[in-house]
């Protein structure tokens, strides 16, 4: 069974950065396309970045372009967040689907992590 765990969240002041991670177990990881979506109190779950199993070029949501960058290796997957802003404070998710395209859409990733909070403070 696929497992994801976040880690890395936590309180942080306008400008600052911080790096998410997220623990893949449960499958190969290089078989998986990976996202990151986030979900601000009172919003909907929104798209953050997504990496294709095959590789090549990660999607971005506009609001992140230039300032989060998504990697990852054989167990894992990591968001490094810089000049962070209020508005991107919410919980992190990770997801996964095995196979499949980079898609922005929550519904197409069938495994998920608990979330991990991030609170930036101006």
């Given at each position: 069974q696929v497992q994801l765990v976040e880690s890395g969240?936590?309180?942080?002041?306008?400008?600052?950065?911080?790096?998410?991670s997220c623990s893949v177990s449960g499958g190969t990881v290089?078989?998986?396309?990976?996202?990151?979506?986030?979900?601000?109190?009172?919003?909907?779950?929104?798209?953050?970045?997504?990496?294709?199993?095959?590789?090549?070029?990660t999607y971005y949501?506009?609001?992140?372009?230039?300032?989060?960058t998504m990697s990852r290796d054989n167990t894992a997957?990591?968001?490094?967040?810089?000049?962070?802003?209020?508005?991107d404070t919410a919980i992190y998710y990770c997801a996964a689907r095995f196979l499949g395209v980079n898609s922005g859409s929550s519904s197409d990733y069938p495994y998920w992590g608990q979330g991990t909070?991030?609170?930036v403070s101006s």
């Open positions: 969240g936590g309180l942080v002041q306008a400008g600052d950065s911080l790096r998410l290089s078989r998986m396309t990976l996202a990151w979506f986030r979900q601000a109190p009172g919003n909907d779950r929104e798209f953050v970045a997504a990496s294709n199993w095959r590789g090549g070029t949501a506009d609001p992140v372009k230039g300032r989060f997957t990591y968001l490094e967040m810089r000049s962070l802003k209020p508005e909070q991030v609170t």
